[in-house]
């Protein structure tokens, strides 16, 4: 925490509205208004075929509905030239195995932030999102077993960079879209990943280049 900055740290479930509600009653007794809302809150539930409802309801439930309801009870304490930052994924715009909750409700966010520009144009509140590619969280370093230096040059491979992106780095896209720098953008989608989402089929091309036939 930088000196002299004046931050305070609340915790509430998205699934319980009284708790949501006390904590947006907390933030405006301590300073009136409310300037930028991220919605970062994930559950991250992965999931195909076999899905049972429950855990479709808790995956839409927070990453979808959690977020939505937050920004209604939000909106109303923001000044005009506020900004919300809605956090989707890559795994929105691809297909991948056994992943149908996730990746649903990360798709949802992106319709979701479109519609909330529109609707609160009038109040002159920005709403965009950031899709993130492999960024190296909790949740990723547990699925390498802690291991970044084994994993990495794999997951890397994903990426134009050749690498997984660090969350400062999804972090400085959301200061971006929250600042007066981005005033003109909304409705829209960052895509912070590395370059996940302009590879095709071919990947990094090492197995298919073209020598030329110019003579």
């Not at 879209?177 to 909304?186: A, H, I």
């Amino acid at each position: 925490m930088a000196a002299g900055t004046d931050a305070v740290e609340l915790a509430a479930d998205l699934r319980d509205d009284v708790a949501v509600e006390s904590a947006i009653s907390d933030v405006i007794a301590r300073w009136g208004r409310i300037d930028h809302l991220v919605n970062c809150a994930v559950n991250f539930v992965a999931a195909g075929r076999e899905a049972s409802r429950s855990q479709w309801e808790s995956a839409l439930s927070v990453n979808v509905a959690g977020a939505a309801l937050l920004t209604a009870k939000v909106s109303v304490h923001m000044p005009p030239g506020s900004t919300i930052v809605n956090v989707s994924s890559i795994s929105a715009h691809v297909a991948q195995p056994d992943r149908w909750t996730y990746n649903a409700s990360k798709a949802a966010i992106l319709a979701l932030t479109r519609c909330q520009a529109l609707d609160f144009r009038g109040d002159r509140i920005r709403v965009n999102a950031v899709s993130p590619g492999w960024i190296w969280t909790p949740e990723v370093a547990k699925a390498a077993g802690g291991d970044r230096g084994a994993w990495e040059p794999l997951w890397g491979r994903f990426h134009i960079l050749e690498r997984l992106g660090e969350p400062r780095e999804v972090a400085d896209a959301v200061l971006y879209l929250s600042s007066p720098r981005s005033s003109f953008v909304t409705g829209t989608e960052l895509m912070v990943d590395g370059g996940y989402s302009a590879l095709g089929p071919e990947g990094l091309g090492e197995t298919t280049k073209f020598a030329s036939t110019e003579t």
